[in-house]
């Protein structure tokens, strides 16, 4: 009994020794062949895009690659692309309203090789978010603008304004609040919430707990976008309109750093979209 124990002992310290050395060995042959492509230029540049938005993947690929422009280029194009053409309702204008009706926009972009980062939220009025945010990475000592002073901001740089609403986005809006404004996103209010609109004003009672407001495959998406240029440099950026039904001036994750995306030359990058 006790040899069968020494020998199933040392048959599993065995295969546990070699699981180690095979995954450190692949991690420093990972590691190696990733300063490989870089130093030689095998693999690069790279775009990386949450979700089937083609075109926008197409755009910043040609951008980067055939034009060899950087990497916050190829992100600017490519969430610009998804912006002007709506990718999925979800970016850009005309999509997910909020309870006045208005379409708001938040954007994010991000340098891996300053670590510095551009952002705007609730961003009214202007249809080209992700150019505004890298505005603010560019030309401002700030990390994040928000609301009608963005737009201010953007106007004084010669964006237009035009409204991000349309005829379709206002439809849905007002067929939202003949359903009894369902779902929404408030709590621990009166009149109850889960079965009518507002104006709302806080309860005197015991806070609640939150309740599901109804998040699904069509309420959330947001383009999330990675790109990696010839000199590996590295660059992040995300584009949204936000929760539909989202309470006026709700600043959703799309433009936060680290939960809309990041990127960093030393370590890579990462896009996460939706709530």
């Not at 916050?72 to 999509?95: K, R």
């Not at 150019?131 to 963005?150: D, F, K, M, Q």
């Not at 939150?210 to 998406?221: F, M, Q, S």
Request: net charge negative; with cysteine; glycine share 8%.
């Amino acid at each position: 009994m006790q040899f069968e124990q020494k020998v199933n002992c040392f048959v599993v310290c065995s295969l546990f020794s070699l699981v180690v050395i095979f995954f450190t060995v692949g991690y420093g042959i990972f590691i190696a062949f990733i300063n490989y492509s870089i130093a030689n230029n095998v693999v690069l540049p790279i775009i990386i895009n949450t979700w089937a938005f083609t075109n926008a993947t197409s755009k910043a690929w040609e951008a980067i690659y055939l034009k060899n422009s950087s990497s916050l280029d190829a992100i600017e194009i490519g969430c610009n692309t998804c912006e002007e053409q709506q990718c999925d309702f979800t970016v850009g204008f005309g999509g997910s309203p909020d309870e006045n009706c208005e379409t708001t926009l938040d954007a994010f972009i991000m340098d891996g090789a300053t670590m510095n980062i551009g952002a705007v939220g609730a961003l009214r009025n202007i249809k080209s978010a992700v150019s505004v945010a890298r505005r603010v990475l560019e030309n401002t000592h700030h990390s994040i603008l928000v609301g009608e002073l963005a737009k201010q901001f953007a106007v004084s740089l010669g964006y237009s304004e035009e409204s991000l609403s349309t005829n379709e986005s206002i439809a849905k809006c007002n067929d939202w609040k003949k359903i009894s404004c369902q779902p929404n996103f408030w709590t621990n209010v009166k009149p109850d919430p889960s079965t009518s609109c507002g104006p709302y004003s806080p309860k005197q009672t015991k806070i609640q707990n939150d309740k599901n407001v109804g998040i699904d495959k069509y309420n959330h998406d947001t383009i999330g976008m990675l790109a990696i240029d010839a000199k590996g440099n590295v660059a992040a950026g995300t584009s949204s309109n936000g929760a539909k039904h989202k309470i006026p001036g709700r600043v959703g994750d799309a433009p936060l750093v680290g939960a809309g995306s990041y990127a960093d030359n030393t370590v890579g990058g990462a896009a996460c979209t939706g709530d």
